[in-house]
């Protein structure tokens, strides 16, 4: 997750100081979390990690224009986005882009339902549950959940409304619900009817 707090404290350090270090704190926070969303896009693991490094190292390289910047965490999440659909269009994959065909990498969180539950075999269950869900609900239940986006980042990043990613969420954390708890509580065993001779001889 991409602490806002921290982001812009790294933010000011790496535009009015120049400070390195800030930058490779930034760098190493980021990376990893860019990469995810970039794979959500291209689905070479390889390529987003290239992508990733790319918005990064851009980020030094126009380290005086970070000031201007409004919000530098959502800023990072734009601009991998963008540097990866054009990373698709320059290997001549520029078909329409649609949600329902990307695969997502999904982990666990402190944020989400996982952490009502402690055994090895419920956390499994909640992962298959994750990704069962429709690809679009496990973009955003990604971005709201794991990677801390507000609902109204997450709209302005995939272009959806506010209302389009509340109704999502909604139905990802029903269907997780459903799945986790429906597989781990049994039904009571149910007597069974003994026949008229059990009967008369009982």
């Not at 679009?136 to 609902?151: A, F, M």
């Amino acid at each position: 997750m991409i602490d806002r707090d921290k982001i812009i404290d790294l933010q000011k350090r790496i535009g009015q100081f120049d400070d390195m270090y800030a930058y490779e704190t930034l760098f190493l926070m980021c990376f990893p979390v860019l990469t995810r969303f970039a794979y959500s896009f291209i689905k070479s693991r390889e390529l987003s990690e290239e992508i990733a490094s790319d918005v990064l190292i851009r980020i030094w390289n126009r380290r005086e224009k970070l000031q201007g910047i409004t919000d530098f965490r959502l800023y990072l999440y734009v601009s991998t986005r963008n540097t990866a659909l054009n990373a698709l269009k320059k290997q001549q994959q520029a078909h329409i882009f649609s949600l329902d065909d990307t695969a997502i990498w999904m982990k666990a969180d402190e944020a989400t339902p996982e952490q009502l539950f402690i055994t090895a075999e419920l956390m499994k269950k909640i992962q298959a549950a994750i990704q069962q869900l429709p690809a679009q609900c496990r973009l955003i239940y990604k971005l709201i959940k794991e990677d801390g986006l507000k609902y109204r980042e997450a709209a302005e990043l995939l272009h959806l409304s506010v209302k389009t990613i509340e109704t999502q969420m909604s139905i990802a954390m029903k269907r997780l619900y459903a799945a986790v708890f429906h597989n781990s509580i049994k039904e009571p065993d149910r007597p069974v009817a003994k026949s008229e001779s059990e009967k008369k001889n009982g």
